[in-house]
Every structure is written in C-alpha cells, then in structure tokens.
C-alpha cells in the first residue's frame, strides 16, 4: 500500500502531472473548504485528507481508461469525484486537445453550482447536466461514450443500470467501490451479463475499481 499523499507535491510526484494541474488541483482544494461551509460537499472528516482521500482516488481511475478516450460521462458528481479531478487532469494533457468536455450529471442544484465555480476558475471545459441521471432525456443525450465513471453512488447492479444505454461496444466503466464489491457485483449477475475486472485501490487497502465493459441485461425465464 502506497504512502498516504499529503499534499500537493507528493500528488504530483505519484500522478506526474503538470504544475498548471497541480496549481488548478490547488484552486480546487481551497475552493472546496470555502463551499463546504455552506453546503454539505464531502464528509468533514475529510477535509483534512483531501489530497489522498479525494484528489489521489479520483486520479487514479484515469490510468484505467483508454488513452484515445474522448467522450467521458461522470454519473452523480457531487463535489466532482472523480469527474472533475479527472477532466482537470486530462486538460493538462497536450496531446488530448481534441476530445470532448467532461460530462458531469448532478441533480443538486448547489452541487452542480460548485462544480461550475472549479471549472470557471480552473479555465476546464466541462458539460454540467443539472439532471436526473435516470430520465430518459439525460440518458439519450450520452451514447456509446467512451468512459463511464461513478464513485459511492449506487450499488453495482443499480449502476449498470444507469449507465447501460450510455454504453456502446466500446465503452468501459469505471466505477469506485467499497469492501463489499464481491457481493454487488453476485447480485449485479442476476441481472446483467458484463465482463468486470477489479483493479486494487490505491488509496484504500479494502477499496476497488471495477472496471466493467459488455453489460447486457439477462432474459427473463
């Protein structure tokens, strides 16, 4: 188990990303304490620990997605775990100038103001859906994207579902999970067929990415 990361350098040295990320990454942290004290962002328990607890969780899923990834949907953001941590990320990589902004879909009003906020004084492209990630009208909006990605919103059988008709035969989806993935992804195979590798976190001994691609929903009978 890697060291816990401390603070912006030691990130840096981990993740090898640009100092123009890691100063956007900065802005990030400040602006998340300033908001947290008017509205519920993370567990204050974390506010302490927002460079490994946060920041490192998210960037590690991008290691995880195709390097030609270009159309990239954040389900449920919340405080931009992980799809703003990741789009600040991936702008600091010149040769991806080309793709698509970061989809972030986030049906709370404040939430999706504090995700605007970062992107406005980070200059990151994003896509701020202020929807629910189930109506049909969001869902159709995203297809046959290249990343799916997810972190504590649902369990994994309620996941794939949202994030089915986003998929194409390509798409792979990457979603942060706790201990019990085992089980979510047993009760998931009940009613969906999908391919899942687990990735070991590397900010949580007991955590794990599950890296899921094909889902397709099982016939009944």
């Not at 008017?38 to 590690?60: E, G, M």
């Not at 404040?110 to 990630?133: M, N, Q």
């Not at 994994?156 to 008709?165: E, F, H, M, S, V």
């Amino acid at each position: 188990m890697p060291a816990r990361i401390k603070g912006p350098r030691e990130f840096q040295q981990r993740f090898g990303v640009s100092e123009q990320t890691l100063e956007r990454l900065v802005v990030y942290e400040s602006l998340l304490k300033q908001w947290q004290k008017k509205i519920n962002l993370v567990a204050p328990s974390t506010l302490d620990d927002i460079w490994h607890r946060h920041f490192a969780d998210s960037a590690q899923l991008l290691a995880l997605a195709p390097r030609s990834a270009h159309k990239w949907v954040d389900l449920g953001s919340g405080a931009g775990f992980p799809g703003l941590v990741l789009a600040i990320m991936r702008t600091g990589r010149g040769s991806e100038s080309d793709q698509e902004p970061h989809v972030l879909i986030e049906s709370d009003q404040r939430k999706a103001a504090f995700l605007g906020e970062i992107a406005r004084k980070t200059s990151v492209a994003v896509d701020i859906a202020i929807s629910r990630i189930e109506l049909s009208s969001t869902q159709g909006r995203y297809t046959s994207v290249d990343v799916v990605s997810a972190r504590a919103l649902a369990p994994l059988d309620r996941l794939i579902g949202l994030a089915k008709p986003m998929f194409g035969p390509e798409t792979v989806g990457l979603f942060s999970k706790g201990r019990d993935v085992a089980l979510e992804i047993e009760a998931a195979r009940s009613r969906w067929s999908f391919t899942c590798e687990l990735v070991e976190s590397l900010t949580e001994p007991e955590a794990r990415i599950a890296v899921v691609t094909s889902p397709e929903a099982r016939s009944e009978g």
